[in-house]
């Protein structure tokens, strides 16, 4: 399944629920569950254009998950969802739902070299908002071991 937001123009100002939206364009800003292979809405909820993309996320993927799976789905359910929906309480939900996530991080200036700064151990300590790396075919296939006289060579300062 994926998670997302849109912006839903409409023209005149009469229509109940719309408000100018963050590209300052009059509409709504409904989230959508679409199934990844077919693109099938599954789920959608209208909301006014001013309404943030995470906001009601946490109660949008319990909604989705309960009606996807009273609607005969079984077996490991998988969310995608865009940076927005990046938050504890919906990385919560989902182990809470058992269902597995993808869910897109934005990286700033600021995030840049992280990993190197704080060990691993740390990063680790709230499970929950454990960055886990996906890792390239080329990175999980062995490699084969690096001849001796390839092997860098830590020099001091000094010499």
């Given at each position: 399944m994926?998670?997302?937001?849109?912006?839903?123009?409409?023209y005149?100002?009469?229509?109940?629920g719309?408000s100018?939206?963050?590209i300052?364009?009059?509409?709504?800003?409904?989230?959508?569950?679409?199934?990844?292979?077919?693109?099938q809405v599954?789920?959608?909820?209208?909301?006014?254009?001013?309404?943030?993309?995470?906001?009601?996320?946490?109660?949008?993927l319990?909604?989705?998950?309960?009606?996807?799976?009273h609607?005969?789905?079984s077996?490991?359910l998988?969310?995608?969802?865009?940076?927005?929906?990046?938050?504890?309480?919906v990385?919560?939900?989902?182990?809470?739902l058992?269902?597995?996530?993808?869910?897109?991080?934005?990286?700033?200036?600021?995030?840049?070299?992280?990993?190197?700064?704080?060990?691993?151990r740390?990063?680790?300590?709230?499970?929950?908002?454990?960055?886990?790396?996906?890792?390239?075919?080329?990175?999980?296939?062995?490699?084969?071991?690096?001849p001796?006289?390839?092997?860098?060579?830590?020099?001091?300062?000094?010499?």
């Open positions: 994926d998670l997302d937001s849109t912006i839903v123009l409409v005149g100002r009469a229509k109940q719309t100018f939206s963050y300052k364009t009059r509409g709504y800003h409904p989230q959508l569950a679409t199934l990844a292979h077919s693109g599954l789920f959608s909820r209208v909301r006014g254009g001013r309404a943030g993309a995470a906001r009601g996320a946490k109660t949008f319990t909604e989705t998950v309960s009606r996807t799976r609607a005969g789905a077996g490991q998988t969310v995608r969802a865009d940076s927005p929906f990046y938050s504890k309480d990385l919560l939900t989902a182990r809470t058992d269902v597995r996530f993808s869910i897109r991080v934005r990286q700033g200036p600021q995030d840049q070299g992280r990993h190197r700064r704080h060990p691993r740390r990063m680790d300590a709230d499970p929950v908002l454990a960055v886990h790396p996906r890792k390239s075919p080329a990175q999980t296939s062995p490699r084969p071991p690096t001796a006289s390839r092997t860098p060579r830590h020099r001091s300062p000094c010499g």
